[in-house]
């Protein structure tokens, strides 16, 4: 059976024609056929060889890159299919070759052969570089979001500095003169205009500072009756694509009936998803079927309502636990170590509090609770 | 106060003065107060653009200069002065998280940078180190420039006299070169040594070496 398909395979190309051997072969996409029925490779051009391996005609395919009915990747089996059927589309989408890490887009149509059987013809082309393109810009663009609000903060701080650094040197040089003049000798008559410049300036570092506070005081976060739900919703709509790309399963365990919390939605939106994402970078070598997060919202002790950020990652040893909230902290690569510290202030500010206790089942859990809107007295 | 003053018309005496480009009034006011409180000789301008008008080649001492200013920045007015070939050497005055920028001005020949808030002593040290440099490099220019003059004084023959004694040629093998007697070209080496201004074979040639380099 498998020699006769070598054999008419072999006469097929020959009957192709050899300039079409030599187009097909010079693609770049991998191009194969293969008897819809059985899986037998018919035909391959060199860029699937150099893929599946240059033995690959004639062979079931087990294919690497290309989408096999045994893990359900079409939605008609196309071993079922029938020339009547034909030709028709089997498969449009993307695979990842695990061993390489490269991405194929792949499409498959169902076609009738030169001897009247089914087959799928297949091609597949190497997408990784444009896929890593998009990825990039995405993340980037996530990243400018989420740390819009900090570079406000983080310009001010740059700000204040500078300005305040002007009087403050200005006094210093003023000073500083004074001395080496008195040093040598002079009088008050010439020393003293300078002096009061120099206590000119400190006052313009008071109003500065001054200016700063009031700025301080606007922004400072809006609280107002805020559904739990609605938090949840939109920090993790935020987060879903990236749980998905990284194979993890999102739960969310939201208890009925939950009071309104008093609180600034966008600001405890960013505790949650920098929360979630720890979860799962925490989760990167968890076996798959592990790779579940959890959140799960219910009501705390007394006027607080609990929110509980679960992973079933690494854990966090006992000396990580203590420097969790210190600023600069971080266990991981490319982490900053503020997110932690900063979601502790958020929370605090809210009357919360924002505790983290290892998950019984493997794992961490982080805790923060928000006061419900009733508890607050205007 | 007296030896301040006496250290100050030192300055002016050599020349050297302490220039400042700070478009902070409280700063630049305080900056000359300071560096005049140690007898230094300084001149102030409240932007680049100022400066920039002011200055001409005679100019001599070093510049302290504030990396951050509306209109035309510190590193711009640095860029321009270099473009102009002026020796003068700069310590930029930076503020807070301007490190970078210092660093790439440093990388394009500035002499120093300092940041602010900064210890008086650091900067008066930094500042005395450039004038200091300063008047040896504006020694050495202002020989270069003697030289090269003197040079230029020179006939034809001397200075192919010139160019064979530097080469280390005897006053036999110059004459064979040349095609001219002993005796002249004992002639033209005295006149060369006249015109050159040196009196020893050795310091003729450092002078004419160190000039071309």
Not at chain 1, 343 to 369: A, Y
Request: glycine fraction near 8%; charge should be negative; charged fraction near 25%.
């Amino acid at each position: 059976m498998q020699n006769a398909d070598i054999q008419k395979t072999a006469v097929m190309a020959n009957s192709a024609g050899e300039p079409l051997a030599a187009v097909l072969d010079g693609l770049e996409a991998a191009v194969y056929v293969v008897d819809a029925r059985n899986g037998v490779i018919l035909f391959a051009n060199r860029a699937f060889q150099a893929l599946h391996g240059f033995d690959a005609v004639g062979q079931v395919l087990r294919g690497l890159v290309v989408p096999l009915p045994e893990r359900g990747d079409y939605r008609v089996d196309p071993r079922g299919i029938e020339a009547p059927d034909a030709p028709c589309e089997l498969f449009d989408g993307e695979l990842l070759q695990p061993r390489t890490g490269h991405w194929y887009h792949v499409r498959e149509q169902a076609v009738l052969w030169v001897d009247g059987r089914v087959v799928r013809l297949g091609i597949a082309t190497d997408i990784t570089d444009r896929k890593k393109t998009a990825e990039v810009a995405r993340r980037q663009e996530e990243r400018i979001a989420r740390t819009a609000r900090l570079i406000t903060m983080g310009e001010m701080a740059s700000m204040l500095a500078h300005e305040l650094n002007q009087p403050l040197s200005a006094i210093a040089n003023y000073c500083n003169g004074c001395a080496a003049r008195m040093q040598a000798g002079a009088g008050a008559e010439e020393l003293l205009p300078v002096m009061r410049k120099a206590a000119a300036q400190a006052e313009r570092a008071g109003k500065i500072i001054a200016r700063i506070r009031a700025f301080v005081k606007k922004s400072e976060p809006r609280r107002r009756a805020t559904p739990v739900a609605a938090i949840l919703e939109e920090a993790l709509a935020l987060i879903e694509i990236d749980a998905h790309r990284r194979g993890i399963r999102l739960s969310v365990e939201l208890a009925p009936g939950l009071p309104d919390v008093n609180a600034d939605q966008i600001m405890i939106e960013q505790v949650l998803l920098n929360l979630v994402r720890n979860g799962f970078d925490a989760m990167k070598d968890a076996l798959e079927d592990e790779r579940v997060l959890m959140v799960r919202a219910r009501t705390g002790g007394g006027h607080f309502v609990e929110i509980a950020v679960i992973d079933r990652g690494h854990g966090i040893s006992e000396e990580g636990m203590e420097r969790l909230f210190q600023p600069f902290a971080t266990t991981k690569d490319e982490g900053m170590g503020m997110g932690l510290a900063i979601c502790r202030s958020i929370i605090e500010f809210h009357d919360g509090r924002l505790t983290v206790e290892p998950n019984p089942e493997g794992g961490t859990i982080f805790t923060f609770t928000l006061p419900i809107e009733e508890t607050v007295s205007e | 106060m007296s030896e301040a003053k006496t250290m100050r018309e030192a300055g002016e005496a050599s020349g050297q003065l302490v220039f400042i480009v700070d478009d902070d009034d409280a700063q630049r006011d305080s900056l000359v107060w300071l560096l005049e409180s140690h007898g230094h000789a300084v001149r102030a301008f409240p932007d680049a653009e100022s400066f920039l008008a002011a200055w001409d080649g005679s100019f001599a001492g070093c510049l302290l200069l504030d990396v951050r200013m509306p209109g035309m920045s510190g590193l711009e007015l640095f860029e321009e002065l270099a473009r102009r070939h002026c020796a003068l050497p700069v310590i930029f005055i930076t503020g807070h998280g301007d490190v970078p920028m210092a660093v790439a001005a440093l990388k394009k020949g500035a002499a120093d940078f300092i940041e602010k808030p900064f210890s008086a002593e650091e900067m008066l040290k930094m500042v005395e180190n450039c004038l200091a440099r300063e008047s040896e490099e504006r020694k050495h220019r202002r020989a270069r420039t003697d030289t090269a003059q003197r040079l230029t004084q020179l006939t034809t023959r001397e200075r192919e006299v010139l160019d064979l004694i530097i080469a280390g040629k005897l006053n036999k093998q110059i004459a064979d070169v040349l095609g001219i007697s002993i005796k002249t070209v004992e002639v033209h080496r005295a006149r060369v040594m006249d015109k050159m201004g040196v009196s020893t074979l050795a310091s003729l040639i450092r002078r004419v070496v160190s000039a071309e380099l």
